[in-house]
Nanobody, 130 residues
């Protein structure tokens, strides 16, 4: 099972950008579908983005479409979530997760279940505030 470590979170002003990284160890990430989830205080965890293994298909939740971009660098064994035009409502702990198969979009990207994505990172805090 792949081990994941997120980084790149922090405090940013509204309208700013951040790039989250999800570094993998123990397996090559190119065979994995990568999901990004987030959880804001007092709210349920929600699916933000998916990047499928093999075909590279992507999914984005409506609130981040056009602002966030998921990608991977197989040479670095790392996945990324580029976040732009950040809003206060993007404030949350962000998690990357992975599974070694193609996922069903949007269902498995939305429901945020460990059964769908067995490998999870520890999370990184993103705070959007002036």
């Amino acid at each position: 099972q792949v081990q994941l470590v997120e980084s790149g979170g922090g405090l940013v002003q509204p309208g700013g950008s951040l790039r989250l990284s999800c570094a993998a160890a123990g397996a090559t990430l190119d065979a994995y579908s990568i999901a990004w989830f987030r959880q804001a205080p007092g709210k349920a965890r929600e699916g933000v983005s998916c990047l499928n293994a093999n075909d590279g298909r992507t999914y984005y939740t409506d609130s981040v479409k056009g602002r966030f971009t998921a990608s991977r660098d197989n040479a670095k064994n790392t996945a990324y979530l580029q976040m732009g035009s950040l809003k206060p409502e993007d404030t949350a702990v962000y998690y990357c997760a992975a599974v070694d198969r193609v996922v069903r979009m949007p269902t498995e990207c939305q429901r945020s279940r460990e059964q769908d994505f067995p490998s999870w990172g520890q999370g990184t805090q993103v705070t959007v505030s002036s």
